[in-house]
């Protein structure tokens, strides 16, 4: 969906149409964009990070079993995960299950100069040491890469989404770059699957032109589908 078709869906469906604020929008430059995306990011983390302990555990349950159940039916093998910082939805269990499941699960490393994401093998033997924000990651050439393109399945973490499949991340543009291989390719086998508590979703996330959709959004609510595509 391009970006006037997601604003004029938003209109029909929304109270945001009133007071002009998608109007608003509709007319927003990168510039603009940038500022409303770094507010509502402000907004979103805390909202995150105030989650309680026993409403996150039971959220994370929910969104454990419903994110396998999608993996199985897509017979996906590869599979990119993260490990959880900064209240994000916790991925440790998910990892071990997805392992037991005979899948294998691979981990973002940050590549600063190109501003991409190599993945790379992930099991409880990797040899790991922290990124320059204190994720973990599996430490290059002691642990195999995969092409993202070879993956048959990516979670990814979400600060926010709306029901069109749009992402909100840290603000990098990290996921973004490194999976723009996705953009106008329909066809392409890899689902990409967003993680979230429910209250990170918002009527409308700005998109930028870069900006990578997510096809499902996992929830303890909900599975959204978000892009629309031809998933089988
Ligand atoms: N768990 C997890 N791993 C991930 C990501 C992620 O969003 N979550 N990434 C997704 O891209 C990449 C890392 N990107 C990140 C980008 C910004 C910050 C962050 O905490 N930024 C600080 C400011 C940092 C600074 O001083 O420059 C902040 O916003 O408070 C963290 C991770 C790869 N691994
Ligand atoms: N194709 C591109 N062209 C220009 N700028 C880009 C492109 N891809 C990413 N960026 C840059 O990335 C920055 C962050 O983008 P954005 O705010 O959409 O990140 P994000 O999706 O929230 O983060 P992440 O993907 O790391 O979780 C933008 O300000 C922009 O400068």
Known sequence: MTQSERLRHLEETSSASK???????????????????????????????????????????????????????????????????????????????????????????????????????????TPMRPNRYGILEPIPDQSPAIGANRLDAVLLPVVGFDRQGSRLGMGGGFYDTTLKFLQHRDWHPLITIGLAFELQLVDYIPTDRWDISLDRVVTERSVYQGRVKQVY
């Not at 309680?52 to 079993?65: D, F, S, V």
């Open 19 to 125: 007071g002009g604020l998608i109007e608003h929008m509709r007319n927003s430059s990168v510039q603009e964009n940038h500022d409303l995306k770094r507010e509502l990011r402000r907004n979103l983390r805390a909202q995150r990070r105030n989650i309680g302990l026993a409403r996150r555990r039971k959220a994370e349950y929910t969104i454990l079993k419903r994110t396998l159940t999608l993996l199985k039916r897509r017979r996906a093998r590869s599979v990119a995960c993260y490990l959880d910082s900064d209240g994000e939805v916790p991925t440790q269990k998910l990892i071990t299950q997805i392992t037991l499941q005979g899948m294998d699960v691979y981990l973002p490393v940050l590549q600063h100069k190109s501003k991409r994401l190599c993945f790379r093998r992930y099991t409880y033997a």
